[in-house]
């Protein structure tokens, strides 16, 4: 199964998962998206079920036909490349009826383009069995068809009471929501708590929240972990005949919240037209489209109150009968949330949709009510037909004419090119798709990104997916590059020059936002809250949780087998090594300076055994002396300002004797430290136990004069003092470089190990050993590897749906920009969580305006000054200050580019007449004290400058 998906599920839903058996009915667009993301995510056996053969229609959105297939089965033609996608599901093909034999042998069946007749005989069927069934179907632009981890907070305070009121550590808000179960561990005197079943929660306040009548219970003395209990809801649903006539609704789009009802009707008449003409309205045909209401007037009239509208939405019917004959990838791409409903259904860890969903992107048509030609939607007999059905052919030209770039070519990059081959953008004369990724395939991607196969591991990303998508459509043109654009900086940069669809996911989580100059707010004008960070304090000496130990042993990694080696390599070879170490600030010239000794003469190895000896000594420092050392700075007893210093977040480590048990983490360190010296490493055990068993190791001593700062502020505040004889001693100690010619060290870059069966290599080995031995100092239970890989590789947990569901989403909002939509409530930013299920689409916001004298602007406008004058020369600082007071008549009284100031009204004399003489280009370059490149053609200026009174006014950049 996909790697990152283990981090969204839990085992048991995973165990779930690969003992499932799944139907997959009506191979076009939507079914076989479906069945690709069931396979990915690793069921036991998937069955493609479809009577029909392929068209020309089902090119646009079923990705694994080719035009050679038309007039094929396409549940034969699409199972041998749905094979290829996980070899660990069985997939096969079925072109028979659906009869109770055959359907009694799956857990969950799913049908799309299913007459409603066969729906019904379906759910019956399925109903009597115990079966789990998920319908889907789309229609042009319409379609029907919390996985966060357990919480945790430290307590400060419970009160005897009933309820029980406690109060959590001010350092983070709980998290948790009224009517949440949680439990206790680790309670020091109200004992009662730590055997008491999961308790359900009230919430009182960002910190505190009332618990059951505690009143009899003992003092609370201290300690107090409370973890939340994720319990299990069992949930009925109709069969299919109850829920069509008395419908439950999932509102995708609260600004349309009537429409799920009114689409209700309409999809029950699309389905007896489709059975009266044996084929779908015809696109834009007035005709049918006015038989599709008139049926489901006679629905509405027939339809039970829940559901029955007083008046029925005439218009909205007509536009799902002009587009019914469609069909689009992207809209498909979204309404495989309803393969959530399947993985839901196999694993039973999320939330399914209960139990209709309603789904359309009318704001896709033309803003303006256009009464365009018949003929333009007719079919060409291309790939593109079930596309030209709903938007006719002019925006099909657009399309192929345009050229957009694609920044990565990972989850969502590789998806996203799937489906720009899909609806032919950048297929036509002019057009073209560019796409930039510095990473290379690796074997954890090969199940959640179904262009790469096992033959293109190693390959760059962005070079494979340009050749695989050529597979999909051979017209579609992709220039592939490796070229950084900043990951800090990427959609900034993006930002300001076109518009921007910005998407991004996070397990069961994603978003998409839609950036149009002039039109809405920029990217910039909002960001993410910074991501929480562990105090320096508590990473070294203080930990409470398995997050602390993780970081803590990430640290060690790199300060062991990163850090030294590359400046022992800098020592080596770089002449202005010590000079440039002597400038650095505080003690940093001294710690590295101690770390290229060390590495070089105290503790360079020799030997195998050599290695063994320094993983040993280093465990017992870590694990032993450190923390004894920390308990003479600070007892068990010691009183901090009047209260128990090891208290509240502080947990009294103690420390470890050393025994066979902790032999992975000698295994681990010694191979790691001999790689760094080239040297030979070694897995047998045995003969390790035998060398460490004639080691000796040095009696702890406690040193006097040590310092633990307890808080980061106090850290702070305390100046650093350098040891001058110190540095001139070390200097002095360290080998010449001119002695150790052709001597390197081989630094090692933590890689993150998703392949479960590769432990070769040490990394994940080490970084477990040392959390877990650091946990077990504080009295912290121990992480699995599961948890391990999580948080130590900062993995980002995804799944193949909500990826598909969030590249659909981007893709409605591209055909909006390719059309050139104007209106700021034709755009769409989204943002959805499959685990409950959640959506939410929202207008963006509009940038807002700013005025300077009578003037008014937004973040969109900018100054444009060109910078050669008419006789060739470049303008100087005193010509380019004066165009503005000319221009604009602004006196401005400041100017810098970027962090240098070039100009302002306080400068002494003497630097302001030698500036105001150069050109710009030479003025920039001697104040940044950075040469331009010779490719940089434009300046970004920003100035300030005040207004008649005196007062500062904002302006738009130059």
Not at 772 to 784: G, K, S, T
Request: charged content about 20%; overall charge negative.
């Amino acid at each position: 199964a996909c790697p990152d998906q283990r981090y969204v599920l839990d085992h048991e839903a995973m165990k779930y998962l690969q003992t499932s058996s799944v139907l997959v009915s009506g191979l076009q667009g939507l079914g076989v998206e479906i069945a690709k993301n069931i396979i990915l995510c690793g069921v036991k056996a998937v069955t493609l079920h479809d009577q029909g053969n392929a068209q020309w229609a089902d090119i646009s959105s079923q990705i694994h036909l080719r035009e050679e297939d038309i007039g094929k089965n396409r549940a034969e033609v699409s199972q041998s490349r749905l094979t290829e996608l996980n070899s660990y599901v069985r997939v096969l093909a079925y072109i028979g009826p659906l009869v109770e034999d055959f359907l009694s042998d799956f857990q969950v069946v799913g049908l799309t383009s299913t007459p409603l007749k066969s729906q019904l005989q379906v759910g019956e069927i399925c109903h009597s069995h115990g079966i789990k069934l998920v319908v889907a179907d789309t229609r042009g632009i319409f379609g029907d068809s919390n996985g966060e981890q357990p919480l945790s907070a430290m307590v400060s305070l419970i009160t005897k009471d009933s309820p029980g009121v406690v109060t959590c550590l001010d350092e983070a808000w709980h998290g948790f929501e009224s009517s949440d179960f949680v439990s206790f561990r680790e309670v020091q005197g109200m004992s009662e708590l730590n055997d008491i079943h999961p308790i359900e929660i009230k919430v009182l306040g960002p910190y505190t929240f009332s618990i059951c009548d505690t009143s009899s219970f003992s003092d609370y003395i201290l300690g107090v972990i409370v973890i939340q209990v994720k319990v299990s809801k069992k949930i009925s649903f109709k069969y299919l005949l109850a829920s069509l006539a008395e419908p439950d609704f999932v509102i995708t789009d609260y600004a349309k919240y009537s429409r799920p009802a009114h689409l209700h009707i309409g999809f029950q008449a699309l389905h007896q037209f489709c059975t009266q003409h044996s084929r779908p309205p015809r696109p834009h045909n007035k005709e049918d489209a006015a038989e599709l209401v008139t049926l489901a007037q006679a629905v509405n009239a027939q339809a039970l109150p829940a559901v029955k509208q007083g008046s029925l939405d005439e218009d909205l019917i007509q536009k799902l009968a002009y587009v019914a004959a469609g069909d689009l990838a992207p809209i498909n791409e979204f309404m495989k949330v309803s393969r959530g409903g399947k993985g839901h259904a196999c694993s039973g860890k999320f939330m399914p949709i209960t139990q209709w969903l309603y789904f359309d992107a009318l704001e896709c048509l033309p803003e303006e009510k256009v009464d365009f030609m018949e003929d333009q939607y007719l079919p060409h007999q291309n790939g593109y037909d079930g596309q030209v059905a709903v938007f006719g052919s002019d925006l099909q030209e657009k399309l192929a004419k345009q050229k957009y770039f694609l920044v990565g070519a990972g989850a969502i990059g590789y998806e996203l090119l799937k489906n720009f081959a899909m609806i032919g953008l950048g297929c036509g004369e002019g057009g073209e798709i560019t796409v930039t990724d510095m990473d290379t395939i690796k074997k954890s991607n090969l199940n959640r990104q179904f262009l790469f196969r096992p033959w293109d591991v190693s390959k760059f990303k962005s070079d494979t997916a340009a050749a695989a998508v050529h597979q999909i459509n051979p017209h579609v043109r992709v220039r592939s590059h490796q070229n950084n654009v900043d990951p800090e900086t990427e959609c900034l940069y993006m930002d300001s020059h076109c518009p921007l669809l910005e998407s991004g996911t996070l397990g069961t989580k994603g978003s998409v936002q839609v950036v149009i100059p002039l039109l809405t707010e920029s990217y910039s004008s909002s960001q993410d809250s910074p991501e929480k960070s562990i105090p320096i304090c508590t990473l070294k000496s203080f930990h409470n949780a398995t997050e602390h130990t993780l970081q803590w042993a990430r640290d060690e990694f790199e300060s062991l087998f990163k850090q030294p080696t590359e400046n022992v390599n800098q020592y080596l070879t770089n002449p202005k090594f010590m000079e440039q170490t002597l400038r650095l600030a505080g003690t940093q010239p001294l710690e590295l300076l101690e770390n290229v000794q060390r590495r070089l003469v105290l503790q360079r190895p020799e030997t195998w055994a050599d290695c063994v000896t320094w993983a040993c000594r280093q465990w017992h420092t870590q694990y032993s002396h450190n923390i004894q050392q920390l308990l003479h700075n600070f007892p068990p007893d010691q009183v901090y300002s009047g209260a128990p210093f090891w208290s509240g977040p502080k947990r009294c480590p103690r420390p470890l004797n050393f025994d066979a048990l902790h032999l992975d983490y000698v295994m681990a360190a010694a191979n790691l430290f001999a790689q760094t010296y080239g040297l030979i490493g070694s897995l047998e055990r045995a003969a390790m136990v035998t060398l460490l068993q004639f080691m000796q190791v040095l009696k702890f001593i406690p040193k006097s004069g040590v310092k633990i700062h307890i808080s980061d502020q106090e850290l702070q505040s305390i100046g650093a003092s350098v040891d001058d004889g110190r540095l001139e001693e070390l200097k002095s100690m360290l080998p010449s470089p001119d002695k150790l010619a052709g001597f390197k060290m081989y630094p090692i870059d933590f890689e993150k190990v998703l392949d479960w069966d590769d432990d070769s290599n040490f990394h994940m080995d080490f970084i477990m050993a040392a959390s877990n031995l650091r946990a077990e100092n504080y009295d912290i239970p121990p992480a699995d590897r599961h948890k391990v890989v999580l948080i130590a590789g900062k993995i980002i947990p995804a799944i193949a749906t909500t990826t598909a569901a969030i590249v659909g989403l981007a893709c409605l909002e591209l055909y909006k920009v390719v059309q050139g939509h104007g209106k700021l409530q034709s755009y769409k930013n989204s943002f959805i969580n499959l685990a409950m299920p959640f959506f939410s689409f929202s207008e963006p916001l509009a940038p807002p305006h700013h005025q300077y004298y009578n003037q008014e602007w937004t973040l969109w406008y900018c100054f444009d000054v060109q910078g050669i004058q008419p006789n060739d020369k470049e303008m100087t600082l005193k010509q380019f200050l004066a165009y503005l007071k000319t221009e604009h008549k602004l006196e401005i009284t400041m100017l810098s580019q970027g962090v240098s100031m070039l100009y302002s009204l306080f400068m002494p004399a003497t630097k302001l007449k030698e500036r105001l003489d150069q050109p710009m280009t030479e003025l920039v370059s001697c104040v940044s004290k950075r040469k331009l490149s010779r490719h940089v053609w434009t300046l970004v200026l920003e100035m300030c400058s005040s207004d008649e009174s005196g007062e500062d006014i904002e302006l738009p950049y130059v």
